[in-house]
């Protein structure tokens, strides 16, 4: 099969308000593909064309190659269709180089249930009520019952919360399985040292996304991948009732045994812990 393909001066070009190509139709004809050996003419002009045609057009790349017309006699003509990310991104991203970093925050609040309250503010009792209830510290929605039949209901309370997001631009090249590991191995993790003016176990890594490749105005080819953090600062002391436990870490955790105590009327607290739930570790792996 002795098969002649040829780019015609037949094309469709479409581009955005800063003239960069968001679609392109190029015309070829080929010619001489002919039924030989069992392969299909038309699989046969396809490959022709798509050993022929270029990868990029432009901003755009090869999407799609179609036969629109088939005289007979082996030829063939195909189009081949270029298309773009949505000009909008093209906009965002013609201007970035790898090693790019844009560092997001956002300060949100959410729910964290409670029960114990910051300050007792006001109470009233009636007269006959048991003496236990006109103090019983700063327990929220207790059910007045004493042992085994005690429940503290507490409440929902909105917390701060910040997150914080890295957008990096990097060749793909650039992204080898090594560099995923790194990063796979890192989620879930709190910074060990300082990082990104955040001091050592204030962060924890979230996990990273990538996004689609693009071409910046110089052409090269980049990627961008998303980073997330959360963020909790660092406490000077922290303490339940009299027990000091001293220092801790913003996303190190406290907890306590406390009990309802009759002959005080109050809520006790018999002991108190600080533990690490989070692994920490270098962020440098991350190249941020």
Not at 71 to 89: M, S, W
Not at 125 to 137: S, T
Not at 228 to 249: C, D, H, M, T, W
Request: charged share 25%.
């Amino acid at each position: 099969m002795n098969i002649i393909c040829r780019l015609t001066d037949q094309f469709t070009r479409a581009v955005d308000a800063d003239g960069n190509c968001t679609r392109a139709v190029l015309v070829y004809y080929v010619s001489g593909a002919v039924d030989s050996g069992g392969i299909d003419p038309g699989d046969a002009a396809l490959a022709a064309v798509r050993d022929l045609a270029p990868g990029r057009w432009g901003q755009a790349a090869l999407n799609s190659l179609e036969i629109t017309a088939s005289p007979g006699g082996g030829v063939f003509k195909v189009e081949a269709e270029y298309r773009c990310q949505a000009a909008d991104v093209i906009r965002r991203s013609r201007d970035r180089k790898a090693g790019d970093r844009v560092w997001r925050f956002d300060a949100s609040a959410a729910m964290a249930h409670v029960i114990h309250a910051e300050d007792l503010i006001n109470h009233a009792c009636a007269e006959n009520a048991p003496e236990a209830y006109n103090d019983i510290g700063l327990l929220v929605n207790w059910n007045g019952h004493f042992g085994r039949d005690a429940v503290i209901r507490g409440v929902e309370k909105l917390v701060p919360e910040m997150r914080e997001s890295c957008i990096a631009t990097w060749r793909p090249s650039q992204l080898t399985t090594a560099g995923k590991r790194r990063i796979m191995e890192l989620v879930g993790c709190v910074n060990s040292s300082g990082f990104h003016g955040w001091s050592a176990g204030e962060v924890l890594f979230l996990g990273a996304s990538q996004g689609a490749a693009y071409l910046n105005r110089d052409g090269d080819q980049l990627v961008d991948v998303t980073y997330n953090f959360a963020i909790k600062p660092n406490r000077s002391q922290v303490r339940r009732q009299e027990l000091e436990l001293g220092p801790a870490k913003g996303w190190e955790y406290v907890w306590d045994i406390s009990r309802f105590d009759p002959p005080t009327r109050r809520m006790v607290t018999y002991a108190a812990y600080l533990n690490r739930i989070y692994p920490e570790k270098s962020f440098s792996g991350l190249g941020l």
